[in-house]
């Protein structure tokens, strides 16, 4: 399991700045530009796991750049290139500090909300009446916002966004705007594939030149639930669980081996049989949300294949 991304060192031409998230490093350039590495680390629970998962990185991507492209009449993105399957290099963006989910269904975090007795989540109301995994009348948007301290997302309402001046009105209305036409577009897609788009989060930057901009990814099975829409209605009556779509399996298998990210509790051994497993499943999501066959990129020597692609690539641009 060693041909896997789970840290890197590059140093491309012009770079400034290296930003390490929990799965992407972004390397900033001097020319506006952004070099975005998607490895192979898995997150849950807000920790990463200690092996990398081969493909990862490139499964999402290639998910997220194949959704750029396929709604980038709809809203203007920050992507320019992938010039390599674990690399996207787009526009540099000041990011908006929030997250803009939005949810059809009531599942996960506002059905864990709703079953606690709260008929409001981020200040938007949710009817009386409902189950778990049933259709909200219309998407609701539920903004989420990074905690001060730690990695933890808060959920904030737009109220709040505004009073504290996080966003402005005018361009808050934009991204209201634009999380509706994305979802709207990703509902659709998902429709084709069988599937149905639960909830997913968006974010947004703004250039240099003032244009708000789509960032990060979009559709993936790390940002998004889908639901089998295929006997979706049956299990909705029947008051059974819904066959799901994400990255989820990882969670419950964590859950089901004594760990959610406490204090104390150990992350379970990850054998070479299971990370094989978690990998095919990764490709399995690919190929039923993009509706084409995965194509594995060369693992032989990746770290000079991303840097000889990248630099390439840029030379080409520059």
Request: hydrophobic residues 35%.
């Amino acid at each position: 399991m060693s041909n896997t991304i789970t840290a890197t060192d590059f140093n491309f031409p012009g770079q400034t700045a290296v930003y390490r998230g929990k799965v992407r490093e972004v390397y900033s350039l001097d020319n506006d530009l952004l070099v975005m590495i998607a490895t192979d680390r898995l997150s849950a629970f807000d920790v990463i796991m200690p092996k990398g998962i081969p493909y990862k990185g490139q499964i999402l991507n290639q998910i997220a750049t194949k959704m750029m492209k396929d709604t980038e009449d709809l809203v203007p993105n920050w992507l320019m290139g992938t010039p390599d399957p674990n690399v996207a290099v787009g526009k540099r963006c000041e990011p908006f500090k929030v997250e803009m989910v939005i949810r059809g269904y009531m599942s996960g975090h506002a059905a864990r909300e709703y079953k606690a007795g709260r008929r409001t989540l981020c200040g938007v109301p949710m009817p009386e009446g409902m189950k778990e995994n049933d259709k909200f009348p219309e998407p609701i948007i539920t903004p989420a916002t990074k905690a001060e301290q730690g990695d933890h997302d808060e959920d904030i309402s737009r109220e709040d966004i505004l009073k504290r001046g996080i966003v402005s009105a005018e361009d808050y209305a934009v991204l209201e705007k634009y999380t509706k036409a994305l979802f709207k577009r990703g509902t659709e897609i998902a429709a084709k594939r069988g599937l149905i788009l639960v909830d997913t989060k968006y974010e947004f930057g703004k250039t240099a030149d003032g244009e708000i901009v789509l960032i990060d990814e979009i559709h993936t099975p790390d940002s998004s639930r889908y639901f089998y829409a295929d006997g979706y209605e049956e299990r909705q009556a029947r008051g059974e669980a819904q066959k799901q779509l994400s990255k989820e399996f990882v969670r419950q298998w964590l859950i089901s081996n004594g760990f959610q990210g406490l204090e104390g509790q150990q992350v379970p051994e990850m054998t070479d049989e299971y990370v094989t497993s978690v990998s095919e499943r990764y490709i399995e999501l690919y190929e039923k949300i993009t509706g084409e066959k995965f194509e594995k990129a060369d693992l032989s020597d990746i770290d000079n294949r991303i840097a000889n692609n990248v630099t390439r690539y840029l030379k080409e641009l520059l």
